[in-house]
């Protein structure tokens, strides 16, 4: 049966590599369906307060999404993280030839941040520490709360650090069918933390027992910071809570490219949609900077959950010859094309 793919454009420069893509996808004519959103002003200024109804109808109505990204104008990021539950973030981090990278040798960098989506300091809980008071907390040398001050809430559940251990090594297991090590890395601050990120590091650890094939080895996260630079070709799958996992996916990015080429799916049960690792980049709106490179490699690990895993793999065959080819580049990648000239140069290798 035919797929449904909801389009949302999204907000500032994210158009203006969704919609390249799309195109570029049109032309692959896969057994896909498109619906596609407004941009966010556009959006805004159709629906007004009933944009964020007409995402939501759009996105339940479809199998995928694919997401450019969004400052707030486009009302659909909510739904698509916490009304569908998409709890792992999986952000792939593997070095394409010819892209511009600070290391002298980047060839073999190729691993997977799988961040946890859900909770910790995410949840969004923050206050002023007279709140607090009355639950008389003190710190762990017995020191009082400030007096003044504000506060954010990190939660780490026993149930969600499970639930994305196993989703890490299921991960591990599958790529270590296609050559990779079968190893998952996790990390966090559990030293200064020992009751929720001890808790998340504790979980994991157990997890890792249920998978004797696969190694584990974990980290805290400074060390860890530092080893993603230094041991970037031993990383296979890497699991981590939200919040690191969300800064430490912006420096891996930048081993291999940096952000134009960064790409990610955010999975659930039932449920998956794709965005690209960046932002809206409003800085460099309507110039023709942007790099459609991130938004067409989250494209084709959304045609991989499709089922369409050989026409994933011409799309990252054709972009990686572009790269090696070298002629056809943007700007964040050392060339001067726009991110039409880029999709051109991939649909041509198609
Ligand atoms: P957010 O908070 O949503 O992550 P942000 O503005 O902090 O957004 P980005 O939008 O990701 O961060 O942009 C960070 C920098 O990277 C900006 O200078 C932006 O122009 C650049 N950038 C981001 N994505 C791309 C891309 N696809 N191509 C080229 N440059 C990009």
């Known amino acids: 049966m035919t797929k449904r793919v909801c389009v949302i454009p999204g907000d500032d420069s994210a158009p203006e590599a969704v919609l390249?893509?799309?195109?570029?996808?049109?032309?692959?004519?896969?057994?896909?369906?498109?619906?596609?959103?407004?941009?966010g002003d556009e959006g805004q200024a159709?629906?007004?307060?009933?944009?964020?109804?007409?995402?939501?109808?759009?996105?339940?109505?479809?199998?995928?999404?694919?997401?450019?990204?969004?400052?707030g104008k486009t009302p659909a990021l909510a739904h698509l993280r916490w009304?569908?539950?998409t709890y792992a973030n999986v952000r792939p981090v593997r070095y394409i030839p010819g892209a511009r990278s600070p290391l002298r040798d980047?060839?073999?960098?190729?691993?997977?941040?799988?961040?946890?989506?859900?909770?910790?300091?995410?949840?969004?809980?923050?206050?002023d520490v007279e709140a607090l008071r009355p639950a008389a907390l003190t710190g762990r040398r017995g020191e009082p709360l400030p007096e003044h001050g504000r506060f954010a809430v990190k939660v780490i559940t026993d149930a969600n650090s499970r639930r994305i251990a196993h989703f890490a090594f299921r991960l591990a297991r599958q790529r270590r069918e296609s050559g990779r090590p079968g190893r998952v890395t996790a990390s966090c601050k559990y030293n200064m933390l020992p009751y929720t990120d001890g808790l998340f590091?504790?979980?994991?650890?157990?997890?890792?027992?249920?998978?004797?094939?696969?190694?584990?080895?974990?980290?805290?996260?400074?060390?860890?910071?530092r080893r993603i630079i230094a041991d970037a070709h031993?990383?296979?799958?890497?699991?981590?809570?939200?919040?690191?996992?969300?800064?430490?996916?912006d420096e891996a990015a930048a081993l291999v490219g940096g952000l134009g080429v960064a790409a990610s799916g955010c999975y659930g049960d039932g449920f998956a949609y794709f965005e690209p690792v960046h932002g809206t980049?409003?800085?460099?709106v309507g110039t023709g900077r942007i790099n459609p490179t991130a938004t067409m490699l989250s494209s084709a690990m959304m045609l991989e959950y499709l089922g369409l895993g050989e026409a994933a793999t011409s799309l990252r065959r054709a972009i990686d010859d572009v790269y090696a080819e070298g002629s056809v580049l943007t700007p964040d990648q050392g060339?001067?094309?726009t991110a039409d000239e880029f999709c051109a140069a991939v649909a041509k290798r198609l």
């Open 234 to 249: 031993d990383l296979d799958v890497v699991v981590l809570p939200n919040l690191y996992g969300d800064i430490l996916s």
């Open 281 to 284: 980049a409003p800085d460099i």
């Open 20 to 39: 390249p893509v799309l195109r570029l996808l049109r032309l692959m004519e896969l057994d896909l369906d498109y619906v596609e959103l407004p941009a």
């Open 83 to 85: 009304g569908k539950k």
């Open 201 to 225: 590091r504790q979980v994991v650890a157990q997890v890792a027992t249920e998978y004797p094939d696969v190694e584990f080895r974990d980290y805290i996260v400074d060390d860890f910071a």
């Open 106 to 127: 980047a060839e073999g960098i190729d691993f997977v941040i799988v961040r946890e989506n859900m909770e910790d300091l995410y949840v969004g809980i923050e206050g």
């Open 335 to 337: 060339g001067s094309a």
């Open 46 to 71: 159709r629906f007004g307060e009933d944009f964020a109804r007409v995402c939501r109808e759009a996105i339940d109505a479809c199998d995928t999404t694919l997401f450019g990204s969004s400052s």
